[in-house]
């Protein structure tokens, strides 16, 4: 006697979990400061290499020059350009006193300048035989790591200056996203009460945008190379941004 059929009902899959989303608060205290301070460090190492391959391949004969030249162009465009601010009274003068303060403390203080400059002193006057014998290899050697050690000095502080015009620049930043608010929610309504057409493609294409217009400008200003006028850079970004939130805002759904 053949069995009774049993009906064998296939398991679904377990279903991935969506990442759970944080909230406002947990972003202002946890997560942005993390990831702003990962974009700085980031940005920070990308500029000592093309520092160091610059000195390596481009500009060897002014090697830790280059970078102290970059640092007094930028501290220029500090002290003449940012007078008057809404976070400062004096931004030129509070900020460079900070900005002295710093360096003084991590490199001066520290006895990170005095060891890098006595490096190459104490391997020239050095009264070891051997030493006197490998003087002229070991002094070149001594003077070639000098440079990227003042390079890297000098690069550390131009990234602090850099970071303090992008901080003395987020009420330009603040008004352009308050705009772009504006100009995008009246587009919105003359859509919604106009019949107009709405894009959910569109919509989403542009929210992807905003991250990476804010991103990437300011690791690109914070990782240029050479001495770069400010609004050069954040003006295009500014605007960039402002085009990125007016789409988003313009472009979203009709009806909630």
Do not use: C
């Not at 104490?122 to 790591?145: P, T």
């Amino acid at each position: 006697m053949a069995e009774p059929r049993r009906n064998v009902t296939p398991q679904n899959p377990q279903q991935p979990v969506p990442p759970r989303e944080h909230g406002l608060i947990y972003n202002l205290v946890w997560g942005w400061p993390w990831k702003l301070a990962g974009m700085i460090l980031a940005s920070l190492f990308l500029s000592l290499i093309v520092e160091y391959v610059g000195i390596a391949f481009f500009w060897p004969e002014m090697g830790a020059a280059h970078s102290q030249q970059v640092m007094t162009t930028e501290m220029g465009y500090l002290s003449s350009d940012f007078t008057r601010s809404l976070l400062l009274s004096e931004p030129s003068v509070t900020v460079t006193h900070w900005i002295t303060f710093a360096y003084q403390w991590a490199f001066v203080d520290s006895g990170f300048v005095g060891w890098v400059q006595s490096m190459y002193e104490s391997e020239m006057n050095s009264g070891n035989e051997i030493s006197r014998q490998l003087k002229s290899g070991s002094g070149w050697l001594a003077g070639y790591l000098q440079q990227y050690l003042l390079a890297t000095v000098w690069v550390a502080v131009v990234t602090l200056i850099r970071v303090t015009i992008l901080t003395l620049s987020i009420p330009l930043f603040v008004l352009v996203i308050a705009v772009a608010v504006v100009e995008g929610l009246g587009r919105r309504d003359l859509r919604r009460y106009g019949a107009g057409y709405e894009s959910s493609f569109l919509y989403h294409r542009a929210k992807r945008l905003i991250k990476p217009a804010v991103y990437i400008p300011a690791m690109a200003y914070l990782s240029w190379p050479s001495a770069v006028y400010p609004n050069l850079l954040l003006l295009p970004a500014a605007i960039m941004l402002g085009l990125a939130i007016t789409v988003t805002t313009a472009s979203f759904k009709k009806y909630l």
